[in-house]
C-alpha cells in the first residue's frame, strides 16, 4: 500500500485503546502518514507518554462511559477517521461457568463502547459530509469459539453493527468497516493462549501451536499489517468500500 494512498493529510483521528498493542501500532502508522492522531485509553499513563513520543494528542476515556465519550471528541470537529479498537478478551472458559458480570463486562466494552463512539462521532461527520470509522472485530465474529462465549458474542454483534452502520450513513458520504484479526502478536494473545493451555490442560507450547495451525501462513499476524489495512480503508483509494469485514487473519479457521 503506497504511502500517498494513507497519507492524512492533515486530517484527524481518533483511535481508542491505544497506549498499547494494536491501537498503538496503529496510532503510529497514521501519525507518520500525516494525519493529527488522537489516541484515547483508560490508562492515562501510558496514553500520554506514548502520544507525547509519537506525536499526538492523548485523551483518558473508558468507552463504556458516555460521558467520556463524549468528552473525547469535545473541540476536535471535523475528525474524518474514528478507529474504534477498545476491547477486551474476556474469560477462557465454556459458559455454564461464566459470571454473568464477566458476560457483561465483554459486551459492554466490546459492542456498547464502539456504539457510543460511533453515536458521538457521527453527527459532526454528516455534517462534514465525509468520515470514516473502522470497527474492530475478529475472526471470532465468524465462527463458532468454544469456550470464548462473550468474546464471540461481542464480535458477531460488531458485525450487526458494522454493517447497519454503513446502510445508514452511507448516504452521508461515511464509509463504515471492520477489521476481523486473526492470532496477532501481543500481550493480549499470549493471555489467551495462557487461558487455553489452562482449559485443555496442555501446556503454552502446544497451545500456542493450536493457534497458529488454524492459521494457513502459521504465522502470527503483525499489528502493523492491521495498522496499513486502516490506512488503506481510510484512504481515497477505498472510497466505494463499506459495511465489509476484512479478514486479516492469516487464513484463519
Known sequence: MAAGNTAGRGRTAVITAAAGGIGLVVAEYLAGNGWRVVMSDVDAGAGAAEAARIGASFRTCDVR????VDALFD??????????????????????????????DCLEVNVTGQFLVARRCLPAMIRAGEGVIVNMA??????????????????????????????????HGIRVNAIL?????GE??????????????????????????????GRMV?????????????????LSITGQFVGVDGGFE
Do not use: M
Not at 77 to 83: G, I, N, S, T
Not at 88 to 100: F, K, L, M, N
Open 65 to 68: 462511559d458516555e460521558a467520556q
Open 75 to 104: 473541540g476536535l470537529d471535523p475528525v474524518f477517521l474514528v478507529v474504534n479498537n477498545a476491547g477486551i478478551a474476556g474469560p477462557t472458559r465454556p459458559v455454564w461457568e461464566i459470571d454473568p458480570e464477566e458476560w457483561r
Open 138 to 171: 475478529s475472526v471470532a465474529g465468524r465462527i463458532g469459539y468454544a469456550n470464548r462465549a462473550p468474546y464471540a458474542a461481542s464480535k458477531w454483534a460488531v458485525r450487526g453493527l458494522t454493517a447497519t452502520l454503513a446502510r445508514e450513513c452511507g448516504p
Open 181 to 185: 484479526p486473526g492470532t496477532v502478536r
Open 188 to 217: 493480549r494473545i499470549e493471555r489467551v493462549i495462557r487461558g487455553y493451555a489452562e482449559v485443555n490442560k496442555v501446556d503454552y507450547a502446544t497451545a500456542e501451536a493450536h493457534y497458529l495451525a488454524r492459521q494457513a501462513t
Open 222 to 238: 503483525e499489528p502493523a499489517e492491521i495498522a496499513a489495512t486502516i490506512g488503506f480503508l481510510a484512504s481515497d483509494a477505498a
